[in-house]
Structure formats: structure tokens, C-alpha cells
């Protein structure tokens, strides 16, 4: 049964401590059920990570203020007799499976070495010579029509080889056509777009232009009318002068 000292903080990473520990303690008692991969908890590689991530909250653990020492101290020595057990029962698998497998090659050498004794014991019956067969009409001509059939398909498969040869011949010629034809294409659509380039450069400079001399004849229709209107003026007061002497 686990004994731990009372908690000395209200954090979350003491809770978190003291129940890893707890439940480490009741895989290596056995007291924990449903969990087939921590059945063999001496060699499992999850109650390594267990006390791997045991040891990195307990390190943290020493950084939460009000942590007590001699309460890290328990946690730190329960964390190492949690190591040293699953160190030798790890030990002590290694040293079973060791002994097993020693044991199981040399059962395998005995019978082995019964097997050849019992092979070199048993004379080898010499195997009667049969004298050779001749070949049959029927055979002769199924051997014959065989051999045709095989020349007429190598026949037929040097032909298909040319035929495919051919056709890749003409499809890389066409594919290089196409290569052509797109690089003309794309030299065209490169000119074309040098040429609208140059036609909006022109007609911005045109309309620019014709900006400015609208503006010019607004301003000699208003230096006219200007003018007109002086005149008028003019007229106007020395008709008026004229007119009272």
C-alpha cells in the first residue's frame, strides 16, 4: 500500500504527482485491470513513458512556491523505487528470455545432430537407371507444331515491336510540331502585346494632347469674349460721355 506525506500545496501539478505515483504503484501491484499492454508492465514501453512523465512533473514540481522539501523528497524516493523495480524485473525478463532461447537452440542442435546421425545410419538405395524414352509420331508432331506456333508469335512480336517503334517515331515528330507551333504562337502573342503597348502609349499621348488644346481655345474664346466685352464697354461710356456734353 502506498503512504504518502500530505499534500503541501493546492496546485495542480502535486494532484498530478501523487496520482501518477498511485497509479504506478497499483500496475506494478497488479492491481489494475483492462489494460493488456500493462500486463507486462516490467518490459512495457507505457509504464516507461509513465515514469518518464513522472520525472519531468516532479522536476516541475520543485518550481511551484510553498512546495515543501521533505515532501519532494518522498515523491523523489518513490519515483526511484518505481525505477529500480521495473530496472530488475526488466533485468530479469531479459535474463528468462535469455535462458529460454539458449535452451531452445541447444534442444534444436540435439535434434539436428540426431537427424544427420540417423541419415548417415540408413544406407542410400542405389536408384535404377531407366533406359531412354523415344519420342512418339504423335509427340514428334506436337514438339513440331509447338516450335511454329513459338516462331510465328516471335514473328509477330518483332513486328508489333516495329509497329510501336513507328508510332512513337510519328507521335515525338508531332509532338515536336506542336513545340513549333506553340513557340510561333507565343512569338505573335508577344508581339501583339508589344504593338497594344504601343497603341495605348500613343493614344494616351494623343488624348493628353488634345486636353491641352482644348484648354488653349477655352482660353482664347474667353480672351476674345474678354476683349469683346471691353470694346463693348468702351463704346458704351463714350457714347454716354458724348451724349451729356
Not at 530496472?87 to 542442435?109: F, I, L, M, T, V
Not at 488624348?207 to 463704346?235: A, E
Amino acid at each position: 500500500m502506498l503512504s504518502l506525506p500530505a499534500a503541501s500545496t493546492a496546485s495542480f501539478q502535486e494532484h498530478s504527482v501523487r496520482k501518477q505515483l498511485t497509479k504506478c504503484h497499483d500496475i506494478v501491484g497488479g492491481r489494475i485491470d483492462g489494460r493488456a499492454d500493462l500486463q507486462q508492465w516490467q518490459t512495457s514501453h507505457v509504464f516507461r513513458s509513465y515514469l518518464s512523465t513522472l520525472a519531468d512533473d516532479l522536476q516541475a514540481l520543485r518550481d511551484v512556491p510553498g512546495m515543501q522539501a521533505d515532501v519532494l523528497e518522498a515523491y523523489q524516493r518513490e519515483l526511484d523505487s518505481l525505477q529500480q523495480q521495473r530496472n530488475q524485473a526488466a533485468s530479469d525478463a531479459a535474463a528468462k528470455q535469455a535462458s529460454q532461447r539458449a535452451a531452445a537452440e541447444h534442444s534444436a542442435n540435439r535434434r539436428s545432430l540426431f537427424a544427420d546421425l540417423k541419415a548417415s545410419q540408413v544406407p542410400e538405395e542405389p536408384q535404377p537407371k531407366s533406359p531412354p524414352r523415344k519420342l512418339t509420331a504423335a509427340e514428334r508432331r506436337t514438339l513440331d507444331t509447338n516450335a511454329d506456333l513459338q516462331d510465328y508469335a516471335t514473328d509477330e512480336m518483332v513486328g508489333m515491336a516495329a509497329v510501336l517503334k513507328g508510332n512513337s517515331l510519328a507521335m515525338e515528330e508531332q509532338l515536336r510540331r506542336r513545340g513549333r507551333l506553340l513557340d510561333e504562337t507565343e512569338g505573335a502573342m508577344q508581339h501583339s502585346l508589344e504593338q497594344s503597348r504601343a497603341a495605348k502609349t500613343k493614344a494616351t499621348e494623343f488624348k493628353s494632347m488634345q486636353r491641352v488644346g482644348f484648354c488653349k481655345t477655352c482660353l482664347s474664346l474667353l480672351m476674345v469674349g474678354g476683349v469683346f466685352v471691353g470694346m463693348y464697354m468702351y463704346i458704351r461710356v463714350t457714347y454716354m460721355v458724348g451724349f451729356k456734353q
